[in-house]
């Protein structure tokens, strides 16, 4: 996994960039109504949405499938001036754009912020839909990429994005194999009341937040052999996972609010929520973080327990998992989940080998 | 002295109605060295751009055989030294089996002259030194460098963006403007004849500076002219040239929302 913002710019290119901010911040400055001007991608923590997480395209996709592309582009233009409803990913920016609001308050000259770009797959034409949407809600997204059919990866490494949240499981998957964190957004079946003052990150452990190493060992070996290994290597830290960085980021942020005493008033706050048991194998956990130099709020070791009720009293704005039967689980109990489909557990449902490759949608 | 011949193994276009593209000779052979197997120039950096021209025509006449909006190509020679390697350019032409329907022959003064004098819409070349001359008298000029053979041969790639960054330094005249806003309208209405997905000719629209409404504006204002953006791209002052490196376009053109000359 790749550090968070490697800075390669060569000098020429530096210079040409350094004109292209000034005259971005010049524009930002001159508006009429006040928008805050979006920070240096290399400063920021990038999070990438596409616009079916961002909003509920559902309708707008059953005409696509049916009906074929020109219909679904004409179809969206016809109604581009009817906002599209909140989908998987709305909370999510939502709670993030409050974290912004109050970065800002505490350093105003700060471009450490979050910064978020509309990744879409769509035919630009529908992207003024997808405009008007972002207006009507008045979302702090003004970077987006309307690729009209080519892959977003590339575009994806030229943000330094940070996560990105598709509903795309294949776009999902190249991605991670890019060292990109990313993961593919589910909607719940139902409603939770999520804060509208803290953003709340529940992440899973193995193959999340760390490699699968340990997983490996579980699915071939059994929770005995698991337990074994896991104890005898208490001190050795685990590889990191697709997601490590992205709890890093987060855990920067966090960080300037310690310094201007705002601990328990912070804006941010992560949850591990692991089926390992704390007695046998959390401390490899904890000491892995530990190691890493991470902080993790709240680690919830749930020894196997289903996830899903923990995590409806949590109430995160995102939960990253894994496994699609955790994530079925908590999407049950009306949890925003996000697969990450990395790792041994992406061969196995409920513990048993699939014979086939798992299909998407 | 200016010459024009007609290339007999290419079906002439109609005149009233296509889009003249010329490209000199220097931008599309490496004629300074010749090729090891046979006598035909190698392809220069306006090859891909070539190639792309002649897909969107090929999927033009597939709709509608009868169709006279094409994009018809002339090989202009600018100057004397490249007038005497005249066969060897027809027969590399031919060579490759390239659709260029007629050959120019002209010299370093009268190059322009010939441009007007043949309505040419385009003017594509490797000098900027011709490029500021075609464009002073009005003729839309695209300058390639090394970085076009890169572009892709498959499809013709057009990026609308604003003024400031088309031609730093050789700002586009009135007339050059009105010409470039004819091509848009031109290529508007080839892009409407063919499919919206995977098409051979593809608009992309990038706001470099400006956020999401000075790009919806863009959007819109090239609708209005009949010119339907396949991708958009908002940087909102990110660094241009990651992005840019992705798009590989061959032609940029103004995105029309001119308004801030910044």
Redesign the interface.
């Given at each position: 996994m790749s550090e968070i913002k490697p800075n390669e710019?060569v000098p020429a290119?530096k210079s040409?960039?350094e004109r292209?901010?000034a005259?971005?911040?010049?524009?930002?400055d001159n508006?009429k109504t006040k928008?805050p001007?979006?920070p240096?991608?290399q400063n920021a923590v990038t999070i990438a949405v596409s616009s079916r997480t961002l909003f509920d395209l559902v309708a707008e996709r059953k005409v696509f499938e049916e009906e074929g592309?020109?219909t679904y582009?004409a179809h969206q233009v016809e109604h581009e001036h009817e906002p599209l409803k909140p989908g998987a990913a709305f909370p999510f920016v939502k709670a993030l754009m409050n974290v912004n609001a109050r970065l800002r308050a505490l350093y105003p000259d700060s471009e450490e912020l979050f910064d978020i770009v509309l990744m879409t797959n769509n035919?630009?034409?529908v992207?003024?839909r997808l405009?008007?949407s972002?207006?009507h809600y008045g979302l702090t997204?003004?970077?987006?990429?309307?690729?009209?059919?080519?892959s977003p990866i590339?575009?994806l490494?030229?943000?330094l994005t940070n996560l990105y949240l598709s509903r795309d499981s294949k776009k999902v998957t190249e991605a991670i194999e890019e060292g990109i964190a990313a993961a593919t957004m589910f909607r719940p079946t139902a409603d939770a009341g999520l804060s509208d003052t803290q953003l709340r990150v529940a992440f899973d452990g193995d193959a999340v937040l760390f490699s699968d190493e340990s997983e490996i060992i579980v699915k071939q070996h059994g929770l005995d052999t698991f337990f074994e290994h896991e104890k005898k290597f208490e001190n050795k830290p685990l590889a990191q996972g697709p997601l490590k960085c992205f709890l890093e980021a987060l855990g920067k942020l966090q960080r300037k609010f310690y310094a201007k005493n705002e601990r328990l008033n912070c804006p941010i706050r992560t949850f591990l929520v692991t089926a390992r048991s704390a007695a046998s194998s959390g401390a490899r956990v904890l000491k892995t973080l530990r190691s890493w130099g991470l902080e993790i709020d709240e680690a919830l070791f749930l020894a196997g327990a289903p996830k899903g009720p923990l995590l409806q009293k949590i109430k995160p704005h995102i939960f990253f998992d894994d496994q699609m039967f955790h994530i079925e689980g908590a999407q049950e109990m009306g949890t925003i989940s996000a697969h990450v489909p990395y790792g041994i557990g992406q061969k196995y449902h409920k513990g048993t080998l699939i014979k086939e490759p798992e299909k998407k949608e | 002295m200016v010459s024009m011949v007609q290339n007999q193994d290419v079906q002439q276009k109609d005149l009233d109605h296509a889009v003249v593209v010329a490209v000199t000779s220097r931008a599309l052979f490496e004629s300074e060295t010749e090729e090891d197997d046979g006598p035909a120039y190698r392809g220069g950096v306006a090859f891909p751009l070539l190639q792309a021209l002649q897909r969107v025509n090929e999927h033009l006449l597939e709709k509608d055989p009868t169709e006279s909006l094409l994009f018809d190509v002339v090989l202009m020679t600018t100057d004397r030294q490249q007038q005497q390697q005249s066969s060897g350019f027809m027969s590399s032409t031919r060579h490759h089996g390239l659709e260029v329907s007629r050959f120019c022959f002209s010299s370093e003064e009268d190059f322009v002259e010939s441009l007007l004098k043949n309505n040419i819409h385009v003017f594509v070349t490797t000098d900027e030194n011709e490029a500021f001359q075609a464009n002073q008298k009005g003729v839309l000029s695209l300058l390639l460098d090394e970085n076009s053979a890169s572009c892709p041969s498959e499809q013709l790639r057009v990026l609308f963006c604003e003024n400031?960054i088309i031609r730093p330094g050789s700002g586009p005249t009135s007339s050059s403007r009105e010409a470039a806003q004819t091509f848009s309208s031109q290529l508007g209405k080839m892009r409407q004849k063919l499919e919206?997905?995977?098409s051979p000719l593809?608009f992309t629209?990038v706001t470099?500076?400006?956020?999401?409404?000075?790009?919806?504006g863009a959007?819109?204002a090239l609708?209005s002219v009949g010119v339907?953006?396949?991708?958009?791209?908002?940087?909102?002052?990110?660094?241009?040239?990651?992005?840019l490196s992705?798009l590989r376009p061959h032609f940029l053109l103004s995105d029309g929302c001119s308004g801030?000359e910044?």
């Open positions: 710019a290119e040409g960039d292209d901010w005259a971005a911040k010049a524009f930002f508006l928008v001007r979006p240096k991608p592309l020109e582009v035919h630009a034409q992207g003024v405009i008007n972002i207006n997204i003004e970077r987006f990429c309307m690729t009209g059919g080519k590339g575009y490494k030229a943000y | 400031s919206t997905s995977h593809c629209l470099l500076h400006g956020g999401k409404d000075r790009c919806c959007l819109k609708r339907s953006v396949d991708e958009a791209y908002c940087l909102a002052g990110a660094p241009r040239s990651p992005i992705l801030s910044d």
